[in-house]
C-alpha cells in the first residue's frame, strides 16, 4: 500500500496538481468562454473530500501539491483546506504546498497562506498594460493583482509570473515585462498558448507565438545561459546575464516536454487526467465516497497511474490544431 507510484515509463509520480474549482472571477479568453455555465456545486469534492484525496496521494509519494482552478482563492472557505494540509508539511510528507492564482484575491489571504507553509506562488499575468489586461480577462482589474503581488511579497512568499504568449497581443511587451519582473525580483515563465477548449470565436492558430522566436528576440538584447535547473515541472530555464534574473519556457507546442513528467492532475470533480494533452481519465470520486476506508480510491489512484501515457499530441506544425482538447483549462486546472 505505500509502494510509490510508478507509471509505465518508469517515471515516479511526485506530483500532484488539484482544481478546487471550476469557478473564476476573471474570463481570460484563452482559457474560458465569456458565458461559462459552471458544475453545480454538488458534483464538486467537498473541502473534507479533497483534503482525503489529497492525503491518499501523499501517502502514496506525492511530495509536491499545486492548488489551482478556476481561481482556487474564490472557493469558500479554501483556507481551511490549506490549514489541512499544512500538517503534511509538519510532518515531512509533503515537501511542497503552493497555488497558481489570478491575484485578484491575493491580498485578502497571502498572509494566512504564508502561515500554512506556502513558501511560493505563482501568478497568471499576461499584460501589465491596464486596458489590455481589462480585455484579456474581460472582467479583471490588474491594480488588484498588483496588490496581490505586494501582499505575498510582504508575506515573505516568492512570487514568479506564469505568462501566456500570445501573438500580436503581449509580443510588443516582451522587454517590458522582463524589465518589470527583474525590478520586483519575480522570476518569470512564458507558456506557449495550448489548445484547451472549445472557445467558439478565439482563433488558436492566430493567437500562437512560438517560445523559440520570443527566445530569439530576448537573446538578441540579452545573453542567454543555458541552466540544468528543474523545479519539477515542465519549463526550461535561462539566465539573462545582464541582469541576472531566471527565464523559463514552458513549450508543449515546439518541444515536447513529456520525457520527465511527474505529474497528474485532479479536477475539481475527482476525475484525475493522467496527462494534460490527452482526454482519458479516471473517476476517483466514486471509490472515495464508496467507503470510509481509502483501500478503494487508493486502488484507482495504482490503476490510474498504470494507464499514465508516454506523452500529448499537442501540434501547431501543420498549420491545424492537431491535438485539441474538448474540455476548458479551468475544467482540468492550469
Given amino acids: 500500500?505505500?509502494?510509490?507510484?510508478?507509471?509505465?515509463?518508469?517515471?515516479?509520480?511526485?506530483?500532484?496538481?488539484?482544481?478546487?474549482?471550476?469557478?473564476?472571477d476573471f474570463r481570460c479568453v484563452y482559457c474560458m468562454a465569456e458565458d461559462m455555465t459552471f458544475l453545480p456545486k454538488r458534483d464538486l469534492l467537498t473541502l473534507e473530500e479533497l483534503d482525503r484525496m489529497c492525503s491518499a496521494f501523499v501517502d502514496l509519494g506525492v511530495e509536491k501539491l499545486r492548488i489551482t482552478g478556476g481561481e482556487p482563492l474564490v472557493r469558500r472557505d479554501i483556507m481551511t483546506f490549506f490549514k489541512g494540509m499544512s500538517r503534511h508539511l509538519d510532518s515531512g510528507a509533503l515537501k511542497e504546498l503552493t497555488l497558481t492564482t489570478n491575484g485578484s484575491q491575493l491580498h485578502r489571504f497571502a498572509d494566512e497562506l504564508a502561515s500554512y507553509g506556502v513558501k511560493r506562488i505563482n501568478i497568471s499575468l499576461d499584460t501589465i498594460v491596464p486596458d489590455k489586461f481589462a480585455a484579456i480577462t474581460r472582467w479583471g482589474k490588474l491594480d488588484n493583482v498588483l496588490r496581490g503581488i505586494d501582499a505575498a511579497q510582504n508575506a515573505?512568499?516568492?512570487?514568479?509570473?506564469?505568462?501566456?504568449?500570445?501573438?500580436?497581443?503581449?509580443?510588443?511587451?516582451?522587454?517590458?515585462?522582463?524589465?518589470?519582473?527583474?525590478?520586483?525580483?519575480?522570476?518569470?515563465?512564458?507558456?506557449?498558448?495550448?489548445?484547451?477548449?472549445?472557445?467558439?470565436?478565439?482563433?488558436?492558430?492566430?493567437?500562437?507565438?512560438?517560445?523559440?522566436?520570443?527566445?530569439g528576440q530576448l537573446a538578441q538584447q540579452y545573453t542567454l545561459t543555458e541552466l540544468s535547473e528543474r523545479t519539477g515541472g515542465p519549463a526550461r530555464y535561462v539566465r539573462l546575464e545582464e541582469t541576472g534574473q531566471k527565464i523559463g519556457f514552458i513549450t508543449p507546442l515546439t518541444h515536447n516536454f513529456c520525457e520527465s513528467c511527474n505529474r497528474v492532475r485532479l479536477t475539481c470533480t475527482g476525475?484525475?487526467?493522467?496527462?494534460?494533452?490527452?482526454?482519458?481519465?479516471?473517476?476517483?470520486?466514486?471509490?472515495?465516497?464508496?467507503?470510509?476506508?481509502?483501500?478503494?480510491?487508493?486502488?484507482?489512484?495504482?490503476?490510474?497511474?498504470?494507464?499514465?501515457?508516454k506523452g500529448h499530441d499537442f501540434d501547431y506544425s501543420r498549420q491545424r490544431i492537431d491535438g485539441q482538447m474538448s474540455r476548458h483549462m479551468s475544467h482540468t486546472g492550469g
Avoid: H
Fill in 1 to 24: 500500500m505505500t509502494a510509490p507510484l510508478i507509471d509505465p515509463f518508469m517515471r515516479p509520480i511526485t506530483y500532484l496538481r488539484v482544481s478546487v474549482t471550476d469557478r473564476c
Fill in 156 to 215: 515573505g512568499m516568492r512570487v514568479k509570473i506564469n505568462a501566456v504568449a500570445l501573438k500580436d497581443f503581449n509580443d510588443s511587451e516582451l522587454f517590458t515585462i522582463t524589465e518589470w519582473c527583474k525590478s520586483r525580483d519575480m522570476d518569470l515563465t512564458w507558456i506557449e498558448v495550448m489548445p484547451m477548449g472549445d472557445l467558439g470565436n478565439e482563433d488558436r492558430l492566430g493567437q500562437y507565438w512560438s517560445l523559440e522566436d520570443l527566445r
Fill in 271 to 309: 476525475q484525475l487526467y493522467m496527462c494534460l494533452g490527452q482526454e482519458d481519465m479516471v473517476d476517483l470520486r466514486a471509490p472515495l465516497r464508496a467507503s470510509e476506508s481509502n483501500g478503494p480510491v487508493t486502488d484507482a489512484i495504482r490503476d490510474a497511474i498504470s494507464k499514465k501515457p
